[in-house]
T-cell receptor
Framework: AQKVTQAQTEISVVEKEDVTLDCVYETRDTTYYLFWYKQPPSGELVFLIRRNSFDEQNEISGRYSWNFQKSTSSFNFTITASQVVDSAVYFCALSEEPGGSYIPTFGRGTSLIVHP | NAGVTQTPKFQVLKTGQSMTLQCAQDMNHEYMSWYRQDPGMGLRLIHYSVGAGITDQGEVPNGYNVSRSTTEDFPLRLLSAAPSQTSVYFC????????????FGAGTRLSVL
């Protein structure tokens, strides 16, 4: 069965600090997909990034970067020079190809609080 | 584009009452699902549907019913509301499952007294 662990329940930083949100996953499938979603205080979840299991390249988008390492089953998310607007709950999710558990499994989320 | 529309946004029920949470999407997505979000518990899957006429149970289905008579709509019915069903409910849809991005509604905040 697939599983996603976000061990950090809450992280508090001061603006401009760098912060890394951890995501560790478990799967027996060789083809799977990893996602990050953001839930700002307004409540609606929005998609940030998707990675498939065959693409281990790290990705950078502005102040956001993602580090995918199959060797450690991790898909960590780093925010550089954090801003107050980054305050949100962040969810990591995993789904496998049909034949496996193709229904997405979400981690419990990490609440990031960025203080001015 | 409306995306995923959930109604109502807020609801207060008394124990034992029934109600239906509405979810509609206009993206012709095959896959729809309902989650509940409780503090410290993340998102827990209640029911899901991979297409019109097909539904299945998720992690926490007890006390909820769903149906999928059309591609667009996926209502969630609370049969006899209990205080334990106080939660925030999210509907989501995606083109298919596995690799596809989930699009979420704005959520319904439900309180059962």
């Amino acid at each position: 069965a697939q599983k996603v662990t976000q061990a950090q329940t809450e992280i508090s930083v001061v603006e401009k600090e760098d912060v890394t949100l951890d995501c560790v996953y478990e799967t027996r499938d060789t083809t799977y997909y990893l996602f990050w979603y953001k839930q700002p205080p307004s409540g609606e979840l929005v998609f940030l990034i998707r990675r498939n299991s065959f693409d281990e390249q790290n990705e950078i988008s502005g102040r956001y970067s993602w580090n995918f390492q199959k060797s450690t089953s991790s898909f960590n998310f780093t925010i550089t020079a954090s801003q107050v607007v980054d305050s949100a709950v962040y969810f990591c999710a995993l789904s496998e190809e049909p034949g496996g558990s193709y229904i997405p499994t979400f981690g419990r989320g990490t609440s990031l609080i960025v203080h001015p | 584009n409306a995306g995923v529309t959930q109604t109502p946004k807020f609801q207060v029920l008394k124990t034992g009452q029934s109600m239906t949470l509405q979810c509609a999407q206009d993206m012709n997505h095959e896959y729809m699902s309902w989650y509940r979000q409780d503090p410290g518990m993340g998102l827990r899957l209640i029911h899901y549907s991979v297409g019109a006429g097909i539904t299945d149970q998720g992690e926490v289905p007890n006390g909820y019913n769903v149906s999928r008579s059309t591609t667009e709509d996926f209502p969630l019915r609370l049969l006899s509301a209990a205080p334990s069903q106080t939660s925030v409910y999210f509907c989501a849809s995606s083109q298919t499952v596995a690799k596809n991005i989930q699009y979420f509604g704005a959520g319904t905040r439900l309180s059962v007294l």
